[in-house]
């Protein structure tokens, strides 16, 4: 069965510097994707980024990058430039054919002023 | 409506009552999904709907939850007698429906239940 892990619960950065979140998944399957979903206090669960497995350029969303490492199964978010805005939980979750998504237990993200 | 819409927002009950909470997923968009969102946890699996297709309901932590889906479009899902556990933000989500778990689910607001 494919798992999802995300080891820091909490990380906090200054604002305007740069962060990465950690997210590890399992999997013996080839075809599949990953996301990062962002939720701010509003609650509303918001797609940042997302990878497709067969694809070996890391994906980017403006000052979001991620650093997929397929080998290691390794699917880090890079955010540069952190803004005050960007304070929330971030999910990592990982999605194949079947429709259910597997999701790791979050990172609270807090930028300091 | 431009995106997943949900209500109502927050619903206070209390414990051993009924409450329904609504989805309206995005225009167009065949599968529809419900998660359960726990105080500081990840998302829990409860339920899918694709088109007409039979839901997976294999989420369901009881037998006191159940959902439907009307018309392919709107889902109420319902909690009867409802206990302190069931506490929990309920999240609603839709895709398009063509490519499973590879394409990208857009979320509600999330219900927040609170059982008194």
């Known amino acids: 069965a494919q798992t999802v892990t995300q080891s820091q619960p909490e990380m906090s950065v200054q604002e305007a510097e740069t962060v990465t979140l950690s997210c590890t998944y399992d999997?013996?399957?080839?075809?599949?994707?990953l996301f990062w979903y962002k939720q701010p206090p509003s609650r509303q669960m918001i797609l940042v980024i997302r990878?497709?497995?067969?694809k070996q350029q890391n994906a980017t969303e403006n000052r979001f990058s991620v650093n997929f490492q397929k080998a290691a199964k390794s699917f880090s978010l890079k955010i540069s430039d952190s803004q005050l805005g960007d304070a929330a939980m971030y999910f990592c979750?990982?999605?194949?054919?079947?429709?259910?998504?597997?999701w790791g237990a979050g990172t609270k993200l807090i930028i300091k002023p | 409506g431009a995106g997943v819409s949900q209500s109502p927002s927050n619903k206070v009950t209390e414990k051993g009552k009924d409450v329904e909470l609504r989805c309206d997923p995005i225009?167009?968009?065949?599968?529809l999904y419900w998660y359960r969102q726990s105080l500081g946890q990840g998302l829990e699996f409860l339920i899918y709907?694709?088109?007409?297709?039979?839901?997976?309901k294999s989420g369901l932590p009881s037998d006191r939850f159940s959902a439907e889906r009307t018309g392919g479009s709107v889902s109420t899902l319902t909690i009867q007698r409802t206990q302190q556990e069931d506490s929990a933000v309920y999240l609603c989500?839709?895709?398009?429906?063509?490519?499973?778990?590879?394409?990208?689910?857009?979320f509600g607001p999330g219900t927040r239940l609170l059982v008194l």
């Open positions: 979750a990982y999605g194949n054919s079947n429709y259910q998504l597997i």
């Open positions: 999997t013996s399957e080839s075809d599949y994707y």
């Open positions: 990878q497709e497995a067969y």
């Open positions: 225009s167009g968009h065949t599968a």
């Open positions: 709907f694709q088109g007409n297709s039979a839901p997976d």
């Open positions: 989500a839709s895709s398009p429906g063509v490519a499973g778990g590879l394409e990208t689910q857009y």
